[in-house]
Nanobody
Framework: QVQLVESGGGLVQAGGSLRLSCAAS????????MGWFRQAPGKEREFVSA????????ALVDSVKGRFTISRDNAKNTVYLQMDSLKPEDTAVYYC????????????????????WGQGTQVTVSS
């Protein structure tokens, strides 16, 4: 299974920005869709964004459209989540995940669609 290591979380004021990174180990990284999820205290894990294996297709939950951008650098085995105009409602632990199926045309958007998960990184947005 692919191993994922996340970084970039922290404390930021409302309206600020953070860039999360997820570094993956494994020779087949470029064949798999990657996603970001988040989980706030007392809440279920929620889909945030995903990107297909080639980077040609992306998906975003409505609440972050226009503010978050997902991207990947297959040469560096890394996926990114650029978060701008952050709101207190964005406060959560953010998790990186890798798809189970290579070369999937559609972008998975559910937790069951991903097989490998990072440890999570805390994002806290203050008002």
């Amino acid at each position: 299974q692919v191993q994922l290591v996340e970084s970039g979380g922290g404390l930021v004021q409302a309206g600020g920005s953070l860039r999360l990174s997820c570094a993956a180990s494994g020779r087949t990284f470029s064949s798999y869709a990657m996603g970001w999820f988040r989980q706030a205290p007392g809440k279920e894990r929620e889909f945030v964004s995903a990107i297909n294996w080639s980077g040609s297709k992306t998906a975003l939950v409505d609440s972050v459209k226009g503010r978050f951008t997902i991207s990947r650098d297959n040469a560096k085995n890394t996926v990114y989540l650029q978060m701008d105009s952050l709101k207190p409602e964005d406060t959560a632990v953010y998790y990186c995940a890798a798809d189970r199926t290579p070369y999937r045309t559609a972008v998975p958007t559910t937790t069951s669609g991903f097989g490998s998960w990072g440890q999570g990184t805390q994002v806290t947005v203050s008002s």
